[in-house]
């Protein structure tokens, strides 16, 4: 299946919160939490009860999927 994985709205630098990688990637947060769980998606960062990913670490992941085949830009 083909999905478009917008990254023109992306930030590149800095830090993103779940919310925000589930408006460009087209997966729901349990199917998330279960990649990061088998380790397809990175575990991201904890601070206090927050979890939070480098933008630059979700931006690596999308490329990854759009040089699989699994995305169109």
Not at 40 to 58: D, N, Q, S, V
Not at 65 to 73: D, F, K, N, R, V
Request: proline letters at 4%; hydrophobic letters at 40%; aromatic letters at 10%.
């Amino acid at each position: 299946m083909q999905v478009k994985i917008e990254y023109s709205t992306f930030p590149q630098t800095g830090f993103v919160r779940l919310h925000q990688i589930l408006t460009v990637l087209p997966v729901s947060a349990s199917t998330w939490w279960a990649g990061v769980r088998s380790g397809e998606y990175p575990a991201g960062l904890k601070h206090g009860r927050c979890r939070f990913w480098t933008a630059m670490e979700i931006n690596d992941l999308m490329q990854r999927i759009a040089a699989q085949g699994g995305a169109e830009q």
